[in-house]
């Protein structure tokens, strides 16, 4: 039996055309499969939950949409019997895929989901927030606050960035942003020992897989079965700096440049010292001025 998480209106619609092509294979195979569909923010959280509490037997778990509608889907399972994940991408950023290189064919994703050759175990992460009752959100791609989140919210609720096509609308936000946002100071405490300060942070982000936003790579080197998150942390007093950060990991320059750090750990402390927008694959966690990462490694298993 597999168990579709089918997202239609990802990708401006590009979800619901995914899934009818999927349909006519499904059915043509004769497959076992129970499809269902999400309607609004929440939904896949709340469908993987149900498919996956209390069951000792085994799930595949197939969900057709965005890295957004994986996120929810990642967050919402239990782990109690085994879980298998396939993904069919159908949104506009698909950086789940693209790290692990998952075709964007819907058939041919889909025939190697039915006859699986590989499997993966792959790590997920964890973000804690929030005062008196933390929350915690999983993520399977990266985290981040600061600038790359303050994209994010703005895609989410922007109708000019719904009408632009792939990489573009998030070159259209995070310019927007460029303009906008005001760098902050704040400090990262690693694996509880290593605490480091900067100040003029854009933003920190916590990678699982090397590509977010749409193909952005700010830890090129982030491997996703390691056990460790690659953070990134963009400190500068110069926009212009902060440009041309930002178009070395859009064009995948390597070039070091003053205002960027990045370590390795299994979990880190971020504080800020004001609030600034917070994301989980793209994800709105709102505004925050405190947040924990973790990583917990090889918890997944992917077909790719």
Not at 57 to 75: F, K, L, Q, Y
Not at 190 to 214: M, W
Request: net charge positive.
């Amino acid at each position: 039996m597999y168990y579709f998480i089918v997202n239609p209106n990802s990708g401006g619609g590009r979800g619901f055309r995914v899934w009818r092509k999927l349909e006519r294979v499904l059915s043509r195979a004769g497959v076992e499969y129970e499809a269902y569909f999400t309607h609004g923010q929440g939904d896949a959280r709340v469908i993987a939950g149900e498919i996956t509490e209390g069951s000792r037997d085994p799930r595949i778990i197939v969900v057709a949409g965005g890295d957004g509608t994986m996120n929810e889907t990642v967050d919402g399972l239990s782990f109690n019997g085994p879980v298998t994940l396939g993904f069919i991408p159908a949104g506009s950023g698909n950086d789940l895929a693209r790290s692990l290189r998952i075709s964007r064919r819907p058939g041919k994703g889909l025939r190697r989901i039915l006859h699986p050759k590989y499997h993966r175990l792959v790590d997920y992460g964890v973000l804690s927030y929030g005062e008196g009752e933390i929350r915690h959100r999983r993520f399977a791609v990266s985290a981040g606050i600061g600038f790359d989140a303050a994209v994010c919210h703005s895609l989410l609720h922007s109708r000019l960035a719904r009408i632009l096509p792939g990489k573009l609308r998030y070159v259209a936000a995070g310019l927007w942003q460029l303009i906008c946002l005001r760098p902050v100071k704040g400090y990262l405490l690693l694996d509880g020992v290593q605490k480091v300060e900067f100040n003029h942070i854009y933003f920190i982000s916590a990678h699982i897989q090397p590509f977010e936003g749409g193909g952005f790579r700010f830890a090129p080197e982030a491997d996703c079965s390691d056990g460790l998150l690659s953070l990134c942390v963009v400190h500068t007093a110069s926009r212009i700096r902060l440009l041309q950060i930002v178009l070395d990991a859009l064009t995948g320059r390597k070039k070091k440049r003053s205002g960027v750090r990045r370590y390795e750990c299994r979990e880190a402390s971020i504080h800020l010292d004001r609030p600034m927008a917070v994301h989980t694959d793209g994800e709105s966690c709102q505004t925050q001025q405190d947040i924990h990462l973790r990583c917990i490694q090889k918890k997944m298993r992917v077909i790719v």
